[in-house]
């Protein structure tokens, strides 16, 4: 294993799933006390068992104080203590192997070195996951970043580590009531004046808040829906938290093969704004009228399911919304397995292609058209619906780009479409000049072709060969990631935005290019940018053209959710039927291109 994985490893361990938020027991007007100390707080809610509610008794609920400076003192040094030993855990291994090798004269076969190393990846792994499972924090997010980059870390750190995913220990469940009732309710009101039903076990437990099934009362509308709730007191704990990633960032910096202190710096802008759920129902309206609307603004079929905020039952720590019926994508594959599809099935595959261009075409448009986007994106955070959608929750973390970075960026996609080959002079030119626009910085020793390299190893994940001869992988010593000197914080998330889906094309093994795809609505964005005026006669025509599309989309979605509910062998002929169309559309566009 080389420094750079050793050293990525570690540095994840102190840094992304679901919900996700904080707040202490105090008003926003209070000023928060100087000293750790308990706070108390009465309320008239008890549960029954059956998770209907009542008000018989009124309990004495806890809150959990903030973090004193103690406290985070000994949190970094805990961090530090367990971080330091994994790495050094590899030398160690590195140095004993050399030593054997050199008294025995004979060297360990591939097979022999592979046995050896996976044995110390998951030693490495479960202390790993320990020492996550005593933080927790925002160390849950860094087993979040690992469990999703399966082309980047080892399978045992991947496996291990994908449980933190979507679940941490979650809350009593008076605790949480506790919440809502202070947090909520209007002078005068009661729980059950707003639920009917509240479901004790949560739907999932994060790092930030919780997510329970309720049901409203008739006086609310009566429907299902889903109640995240912040933990008390978390923001100090997580704050602390990411100070210590950006510090061993710092540190490491030599040896990584990205610019981890910026990226650090900037989740920990975002981070803040995850404190206020007010502003997280906002912009899940903002992104919500984004995807359903086209480029004329005409109603349009969403490529993904985004739920909806209960007006009137938003607060800065409580928030009420549509009840989305799934599992997110971190469990899909046991799902899946419960209803006899196999990961190489036809129903499998094309799930996979609908992933990836439900994932591509919501995240194109939201980059593209208004700069204003998800930021949050993991298998947590991906929900599988019982339909066959995809729906996408936890909007805590978005992401505003300036009009010059979403125009630039714009431009990449179409200089990327429009090249006429990997190593054309000219194409790598222009794509490298629009990547140093966009505030890319590489060493000043790096190769002419380094900033094109960058760019299509960012957003082309088809590409075989990577101009200058560097590597495609991240951690190859030859990869055009070494050269990267710092990255525009405006964009960081817009390359995990990237990353998340070139990822899962790779676990897929779907060549996938985001440029390809993302092209035609740069063309058009750059198009209005430019003010053309339209012509009536052709508006008319666009506006037919754009209600069939709406048409044949609905109509595609009906056949789609129909699909699932037919017999499995039934199900399986169709959707290999389906898989055979799809891929002869997609060689046939290839030659075309070719």
């Known amino acids: 294993m080389k420094l750079s994985n050793l050293t990525l490893v570690a540095l994840l361990l102190v840094s992304k799933n679901c919900p996700s938020v904080a707040f202490t027991s105090l008003r926003p007007s209070e000023k928060a006390p100087t000293t750790a100390t308990t706070r108390t707080f009465s309320i008239e809610v008890s549960s029954s068992s059956n998770g209907s509610t009542a008000n018989d008794d009124i309990p004495t609920i806890e809150f959990p104080p903030p973090l004193s400076t103690v406290d985070r003192l000994k949190r970094a040094g805990e961090f530090w203590s367990s971080a330091v030993p994994i790495v050094l855990s590899y030398y160690s291994k590195s140095a004993e192997l050399q030593l054997k090798e050199a008294f025995s004269g004979e060297s360990l076969t591939e097979a022999e070195k592979t046995i050896i190393w996976n044995e110390q990846n998951q030693k490495g792994a479960t202390k790993l996951a320990a020492t996550i499972t005593s933080l927790k924090g925002f160390y849950v997010k860094a087993a979040q970043i690992i469990a999703s980059r399966g082309d980047l870390f080892p399978a045992e750190y991947t496996e291990t580590l994908s449980a ?162 799934g599992v997110p994508l971190s469990r899909a594959g046991e799902e899946m397995l419960k209803k006899g599809i196999t990961p190489d099935s036809p129903e499998a595959q094309l799930f996979g292609r609908r992933l990836l261009r439900s994932l591509t075409d919501v995240f194109g448009r939201c980059i593209l058209e208004t700069g204003f986007f998800h930021a949050d994106p993991h298998p947590g955070n991906i929900f599988v619906l019982e339909d066959g959608r995809i729906g996408l929750i936890d909007f805590g973390q978005v992401k505003q780009i300036s009009g010059r970075a979403r125009e630039t ?186």
């Not at 933990?231 to 610019?259: V, W």
């Open 164 to 325: 933190f995913t979507d679940n941490v220990d979650p809350l009593p469940v008076a605790l949480i009531k506790a919440v809502v009732v202070k947090e909520l309710l209007n002078r005068g009101e009661k729980f059950e004046d707003i639920f009917s039903e509240f479901d004790e076990e949560p739907l999932g437990a994060a790092s930030i808040a919780q997510v329970h099934r309720a049901v409203l009362t008739e006086k609310y509308g009566g429907k299902e829906v889903a109640v995240k709730i912040q933990r008390p007191s978390i923001e100090s704990k997580l704050m602390g938290d990411i100070a210590n990633l950006k510090a061993l960032a710092k540190t490491f910096s030599d040896a990584l093969p990205l610019d981890y202190y910026t990226v650090f710096t900037e989740l920990e802008a975002q981070l803040q704004d995850e404190f206020d759920f007010v502003a997280e129902a906002v912009a899940m309206d903002r992104i919500y009228d984004c995807v359903t609307k086209d480029e004329n603004g005409f109603p349009c079929e969403s490529p993904i399911v985004i739920p909806r905020p209960v007006a009137g039952l938003v607060c800065k720590r409580v928030l009420v919304m549509d009840y989305l019926k």
């Open 409 to 594: 960026l714009a431009k990449v996609m179409v200089a990327l479409d429009d090249r006429q080959s990997d190593s054309n002079p000219s194409d790598l030119e222009t794509i490298g000049t629009l990547a140093l626009e966009l505030g890319v910085k590489l060493n000043e020793n790096s190769q002419q072709e380094a900033p094109a390299a960058v760019a299509m190893w960012l957003f082309d994940g088809s590409v075989e060969h990577l101009p200058g001869g560097y590597d495609k992988g991240e951690l190859s010593p030859n990869s055009p990631v070494k050269e990267l000197k710092s990255f525009p914080q405006d964009l960081v998330l817009v390359g995990r935005s990237s990353i998340l889906i070139k990822g899962l094309s790779n676990r897929l093994q779907i060549p996938w290019s985001l440029s390809k795809e993302w092209a035609p609505t740069a063309r058009r964005v750059l198009e209005g940018n430019k003010g053309i005026p339209s012509v009536k006669k052709e508006v008319v025509y666009i506006r037919m053209r754009d209600v069939i599309a709406l048409f044949k989309t609905w109509g595609k979605g009906k056949v789609s959710r129909g699909v699932t509910r037919l017999p499995p062998s039934m199900r399986t002929r169709v959707a290999g039927l389906a898989l055979k169309v799809q891929k002869r559309r997609e060689a046939r566009e290839t030659k075309k291109e070719d």
